[in-house]
């Protein structure tokens, strides 16, 4: 009885050895979730201004995958064809915080300025616990977005106030490469 349980440890210490050595073939959502809130690689950007903060980040489909995944909303399955739809846009996510009680996103408009148009936004908001913070995740379509110059996200709260947060072309170029590397 000992020998056959001992044996099998060695035999489920391998399949650990070799499920891990599976996966760090590519980076896992914890490590492109590390690389895009690095403000060295250019993925996120904020702004402090009149008692509002905000940060914009890119969100590769990738991660938004990876977060389906692993929040079980996704099967194995349905896992292809879900990437697929995510790659037909560019996603981002805005966290807003204001010091005021109430943060009114009714008013809220988001676009993407490019040089000789401006794209409007498909957006969802997402209150955070309380009244004057809310995440939004914002997508484009990938079709309408010029390749080679800068996403300038305008963001307007009520209509008196806009402000600008820009992600580079060349910093999702790199974040690409760096993620194509690792298949």
């Known amino acids: 009885d000992f020998c056959l349980s001992r044996g099998l440890g060695d035999v489920y210490k391998r399949q650990l050895i070799m499920v891990i050595g599976i996966y760090a073939c590519k980076p896992n959502a914890k490590e492109m979730a590390s690389y895009v809130v690095n403000p060295e690689n250019g993925l996120v950007v904020q702004n402090h201004n009149d008692g509002i903060y905000m940060e914009l980040k890119y969100v590769p489909a990738e991660l938004i995958l990876e977060r389906e995944k692993s929040n079980g909303i996704l099967t194995k399955s349905q896992e292809n064809e879900r990437l697929k739809k995510l790659n037909l846009e560019e996603h981002y996510e805005l966290f807003i915080q204001s010091n005021q009680e109430y943060l009114n996103t009714d008013l ?35 079709e309408n977005v010029q390749k080679g ?35």
């Open 108 to 142: 809220l408009e988001l676009k993407m300025k490019q040089e000789s148009e401006t794209l409007p936004a498909f957006f969802h908001v997402e209150n955070i616990g309380v009244a004057n913070r809310c995440r939004v995740i914002l997508s484009f379509n990938k």
């Open 149 to 183: 110059t800068k996403r300038d996200i305008e963001i307007s709260l009520n209509k008196t106030k806009t402000i600008h947060l820009e992600v580079l072309a060349e910093d999702i170029k790199e974040f690409e490469e760096y993620y194509n590397n690792w298949l």
